[in-house]
């Protein structure tokens, strides 16, 4: 492997879903501001949206996910369109 070319803050982080509070740990070098304990052991957190268990792709069950207003900007702007 070439050497210099690989990440240095390479860690361990716990990753958040705030859908349904699941976390999971696993190596990035993603950046974090906050941390959490999980078994003792603090980790960086990053907080997601979505992930393999919230999904409906994973999960089988179609959930409407609104973030920040979209769904509803986007129906007041085309509407029903059945044509």
Known sequence: ????????????????????????????????????????????????EISNTSHPFYTGKMKLVDTAGRVDKFRSRYGDRKK
Do not use: W
């Open 1 to 48: 492997m070439k050497q210099g070319i690989h990440p240095e803050t390479y860690r361990l982080v716990a990753f958040k879903d705030m859908s349904n509070e699941h976390v999971f740990i696993t190596r990035s070098c993603v950046n974090t501001k906050e941390t959490v304990t999980l078994e003792g052991t603090e980790y960086p957190l990053y907080k997601l």
